[in-house]
Nanobody
């Protein structure tokens, strides 16, 4: 397992932007498959975006064209740039390490994102 710590959440108006960060410690960061999930009140946790060690990215249809996942291996950090935010993006966002298809062995504590006017 690795330790993951998210930051960067907050309150933003619709149409605004936020950048989330997830700092990892332990192991060889550059080979990790990392993902951002989110969970809104009363809803199941959903996968938002992921990035493989080689840089390949995947996105949920609901965020394609608005969110960008990236990584800085020198800083052991993965980012989620969120643009054109909508109220339905309001959720707690979690960083996780994938060890297989839909299989995650490490999770951060989560960071709240609220999109509201």
């Amino acid at each position: 397992q690795v330790r993951l710590v998210e930051s960067g959440g907050g309150l933003v108006q619709p149409g605004g932007s936020l950048r989330l960060s997830c700092a990892a410690s332990g192991g060889i960061f550059s080979i990790y498959h990392l993902a951002w999930h989110r969970q809104a009140p009363g809803k199941q946790r959903e996968l938002v975006a992921s990035i493989y060690g080689g840089g390949t990215t995947t996105y949920a249809d609901s965020v394609k064209g608005r969110f960008i996942i990236s990584r800085d291996n020198a800083k052991n950090t993965v980012y989620l740039q969120m643009n054109s935010l909508k109220p339905e993006d309001t959720a707690v966002y979690y960083c996780a390490r994938a060890v297989g298809p839909d299989d995650y062995d490490s999770w951060g504590q989560g960071t709240q994102v609220t999109v509201s006017s």
